[in-house]
């Protein structure tokens, strides 16, 4: 390594498999926060791999979200850099050719198990109380019937040969020395058969081969940390310095989830959350500013932060914090932004010409806009004086119905008008509910009203962030008034 690998270099690489995170900005934000305070780079690297679920409008939002954050990277897939490309997908030939390196060295091996033989087995595993994972059937293969299978066109994985005794050590910044017995960790997939890497492969080549000084990301890897350590030391490189970051966590102490908390940054931004408050807020969630200060910049937080004041004890995120903060933020505004943000981010031209082809119908005066359309920009609704559940419904049955709607319509991407009717129509049809019951039912959940402008033209406005957010909103009320058996 060159005299320049001294300077610190850091990444964050998200998966764009779904809406922006917020799990995604906390963890960007410490990364971002770390290589600043030093004069590093700070890199955005792009998780791919998972082509079926991967979508590029995914991975457009998730950059659009932490420019918005101000956690702007020095390379990454707009904008290049020395050791890229920085997607996944674009780099398969380099792990194809790393996995081969780790198969000469004897640090890995070719596994021809089939899915229905790895199926068997962790249910037999499950019925005799045993920790599930991979028997290493394949590890004891000869050369010369791995390569005849091989010949004969046989499918298989790539897997790293764990050692089978002994244990496993690494040093994490914020929690000390942690060690793992080898004899429990499994022999990882690291090439599946498709030739696309899994994630441990990926990560530890790209870290290596992109000069990667510091690995900040959350403890739900501290599991996967023994594996990649073991990949070094096959590779004979000198490993990065580990640190895990607390994870976000729900009321009940459970992982933060959409089912319980809006995750979507983008919902966020809809919502008029200002993003230096959503960056103060999570700053305090997995660190301490010292002091009991509480209201702090990016700029302040960089020149003080340390892996000594990482707070380990599973943040909570609270939302009644975080409106807290905002309104703290809200109040330092001068006049000038004020008018601003209301009129870029919440009466937007572009969002306001979608709404008049809309509401135009509904006024006469324009003194009637506000009245008629206030739920174009509110958020949470008030559904005390509505009859929502259909005749002939059960709470039970309209939580389920919308549980399925609302799980579909976070894939749905394409988020225009007949896209919508005809995910809706579809999910309407398959359950066999009466259009009348389903598409009121909808409408007053999406507006709060019985009477709006047309529905899949309303949803569309409204965007896929709020719906989705009502959507979820109503089950939890729901629940709330009628405890669901």
Known sequence: MSATDNKVRVRIAPSPTGDPHVGTAYIALFNYAFAKKYGGDFILRIEDTDQVRAKSSSEALILESLRWLGLEWDEGPDKGGPYGPYRQSERTAIYREHAEILLKKGHAYRCFCSNDRLTELRRQQRLQGLPTGYDRFCRSLGEGEVQARMAAGEGHVIRLMMPTEGVTKFVDEARGELEFENHRLDDQVLLKSDGFPTYHLANVVDDRLMRITHVIRAEEWISSTPKHVILYQAFGWPQPKWCHMPLLRNAD???????????????????????????????????????????????????????????????????????????????????????????????SPSYLKALKPLVLERMSRFEQF???NGFFFSGALDYKNLEIIPKGKTPEELSLMLGQLVELLDELYDWHAPQIQALIEKHKDEIKWKPKDYFLTLRMIATGRKDSPPLFDTLAVLGREMVRFRIRDYVNHLASVTPLS
């Open 253 to 347: 102490r459970s992982k933060i989830s959409k089912r319980k908390n809006p995750v979507s940054l983008s919902y966020y931004r809809r919502a008029g959350i200002l993003p230096e408050a959503l960056i103060n807020f999570l700053g305090l969630m997995g660190w301490s500013f010292g002091n009991d200060v509480e209201v702090f910049t990016v700029k302040q937080m960089m020149e003080k932060f340390e892996f000594a004041g990482i707070n380990l004890g599973g943040p909570v995120f609270d939302l009644v914090k975080l409106t807290w903060m905002n309104q703290t933020y809200m109040h330092k505004m001068d006049d000038s932004r004020f008018v601003s943000y209301l009129r870029d981010e919440i009466f």
């Open 370 to 372: 506000v009245d008629h």
